[in-house]
């Protein structure tokens, strides 16, 4: 569908909120404690953060939960009994404030469950999400969106995106999907035609820092290079960075038993964990804290692009900032642009 702008009044957010929650949604929306904003159930409008540049945590466990259940399975007699997960129980969701790299980094999480295989359970998950990106009007250090096809106003993974119409208070809301509407449709009152079109000069100005196309055809040239032992000397593999990139879906699948009955559950893992690659023979192919940041790289910037046509980074910047040794991966990507192979 073609999208649709509106303007909704300063006033109107929290009654959307409001009618939102009478019709039974229920809302994710960022939280700050202690300084770090990460989304969770919101039940009053004046919870939500709204000053942050990025949330600590990325949004993806809406739909990729960190720890997740997907059967159950018991032993008897007569056999062994399994039951799957109830794909009715999952609730409709309105996932309220996230920014454009969050909400674009739906998609590259979605290339990877519904590669050679369709996550069902993702799949549903998913279905039941309504996105409401806001727009970026600061970025700080550690943001490089532009740099890897992104913008602070990037409508791509939202169905309704906000940006902020200058100190007024006031936004342009850009309708852009068959979810979005059907919000509109609940609030009709709230979303005002408008003849206000361009935002840009509403947007955070973020310069590119480097060619992801160029990274892509370095790193061709590039897997036997000393860089990656220069660069992965800080890192303590403690799987931070991978915890909160909207885009890593590393996972790992085990059981847990209790007697007779147990369930199956699927948990986040991480490619830079020593143990990821460890071989039932005991051999590991990545056994040296290189090999395995490299893989990180790789994996998104040469892999993904090459097996599902998306990069696997949105250029949120929450790797950088939540390294306990200050690994940032922006200025690592620029010195694998400027290195010479």
Same mark, same amino acid.
């Given at each position: 569908?073609?999208?649709?702008k509106?303007?909704?009044?300063k006033? &109107? ?10 019709n039974?949604?229920?809302?994710? +929306?960022p939280f ?5 904003s990460t989304?969770?159930?919101?039940e $009053?409008?004046? +919870?939500? $953060?709204?000053?942050?540049i990025q949330?600590?945590e =990325? +949004? ?6 960190r720890? /997740?259940?997907?059967?159950? *399975?018991?032993k =008897?007699?007569?056999?062994? $009994? ?8 999952? #609730?409709?969701v309105?996932l ?7 909400a674009? @980094?739906?998609?590259?999480? &979605?290339?990877?469950?519904n590669?050679d295989?369709?996550d069902?359970i993702?799949i549903n998950?998913?279905?039941?999400v309504?996105v *409401? ?11 490089f969106?532009?740099?890897?096809g @992104? ?5 791509a993974g939202s169905d ?7 100190? /007024?208070?006031?936004y ?10 059907a ?5 009709q ?7 206000? &079109? ?5 947007l955070?100005e973020? #310069? ?7 990274i892509r ?7 036997e290079?000393?860089?990656w032992?220069?660069q =992965? ?5 403690c799987?931070?960075?991978?915890y909160?990139c ?20 699927r948990?986040?893992?991480?490619c830079?964990? $020593?143990h990821?690659?460890?071989?039932t023979?005991g ?7 290189s ?8 994996h998104? *910037?040469?892999?993904m #692009?090459?097996?599902?046509?998306v990069?696997g980074?949105?250029?949120?910047g929450r ?11 922006? /200025?690592?990507?620029? &010195?694998?642009? /400027?290195?010479?192979?």
């Open positions: 569908m073609n999208i649709d509106r303007l909704v009044r006033d &109107s957010l929290e009654k959307l909120f409001d009618i939102l929650k009478r039974s949604k229920t809302i994710y +929306a700050t404690k202690n300084g770090k989304f969770r159930d919101t $009053s409008f004046g +919870a939500i $953060s709204t000053g942050y949330t600590t =990325s +949004a993806k466990d809406i739909a990729f939960p720890t /997740e259940k997907l059967l159950d *399975f018991s =008897s007699k007569e056999g062994m $009994s399994v039951k799957g997960t109830d794909l009715n129980d999952i #609730p409709d309105i309220w404030g996230v920014r454009p790299c969050d674009s @980094g739906i998609g590259e999480l &979605s290339s990877i469950f590669w295989y369709k069902e993702y998950r998913l279905s039941k309504t *409401f990106g806001f727009s970026c009007s600061k970025s700080d250090e550690y943001c969106c532009t740099s890897v @992104g913008n602070p106003g990037n409508t309704i995106l906000f940006t902020l119409l200058g100190e /007024e208070g006031d342009l809301a850009e309708i852009i999907t068959e979810k979005g509407l919000v509109v449709d609940l609030a009152n709230l979303f005002e035609k408008t003849d206000i &079109s361009g935002k840009e000069k509403f955070a973020l #310069p590119v820092k480097f060619s992801h196309e160029d055809l370095k790193l061709d040239k590039f897997f290079s000393k860089e032992i220069e =992965s000397l800080r890192c303590l593999g799987g931070a960075c991978a909160v909207p885009t890593c879906a590393c996972f790992d699948i085990q059981d847990e038993a209790h007697g007779k009955k147990g369930s199956r559950v948990c986040w893992d991480s830079g964990f $020593s990821f690659t460890v071989h023979s051999y590991n192919p990545r056994n040296v804290q090999a395995r940041w490299r893989q990180r790289i790789m998104k *910037f040469s892999y #692009p090459e097996r599902l046509s990069y980074c949105t250029g949120c790797c950088s900032r939540a390294c306990p040794v200050d690994m940032n991966i922006l /200025e690592h990507l620029i &010195s694998i642009q /400027e290195v010479t192979v």
